[in-house]
C-alpha cells in the first residue's frame, strides 16, 4: 500500500525559501517517477515537476522553472521539493504523489507565502 508524508511546509515572506520532504513507503520508491503537485485556495490539483527513478532527469511547471528544484534520494525513499524565490501565487497545500494527476497522493503540506 502506497504511503506518502509530505512535510516542511510553513509561512514564508514573499521571496523566501523552503524544503519539502516527502516519505515513501509501500512501494518500491527507486523504481518510481515521482510528482510534486500543489492546490491553490479553491482551485483544482496542478502538476507541479517529475522527477524520474535516477533523479537526474526532472520536469516542471513553467512558473516554477528556475525556482523550484526536485531531488531525490532512493537509499532513505524520500523526496525533496526546494522552493526559492517564493511568490503569493505558490501559496498552496503541496502534495508528493505517484501519478502526476495526483490520485495517489500524500495528507499534504501548506505553504503559504505572505508578508
Known amino acids: 500500500q502506497v504511503q506518502l508524508a509530505e512535510s516542511g511546509g510553513g509561512l514564508v515572506q514573499p521571496g523566501g525559501s523552503l524544503r519539502l520532504s516527502c516519505a515513501a513507503s509501500g512501494f518500491t520508491f527507486s523504481d518510481r517517477w515521482m510528482y510534486w503537485v500543489r492546490q491553490a485556495p479553491g482551485k483544482g490539483l496542478e502538476w507541479v515537476a517529475t522527477?524520474?527513478?535516477?533523479?537526474?532527469?526532472?520536469y516542471y511547471l513553467d512558473s516554477v522553472k528556475g525556482r523550484f528544484t526536485t531531488s531525490r534520494d532512493n537509499a532513505k525513499n524520500t523526496l525533496y521539493l526546494q522552493m526559492t524565490s517564493l511568490k503569493s501565487e505558490d501559496t498552496a497545500v503541496y502534495f508528493c504523489?505517484?501519478?502526476?494527476?495526483?490520485?495517489?497522493r500524500g495528507q499534504g503540506t501548506q505553504v503559504t507565502v505572505s508578508s
Open positions: 522527477i524520474r527513478p535516477r533523479g537526474v532527469i526532472t
Open positions: 504523489a505517484t501519478d502526476r494527476d495526483g490520485k495517489d
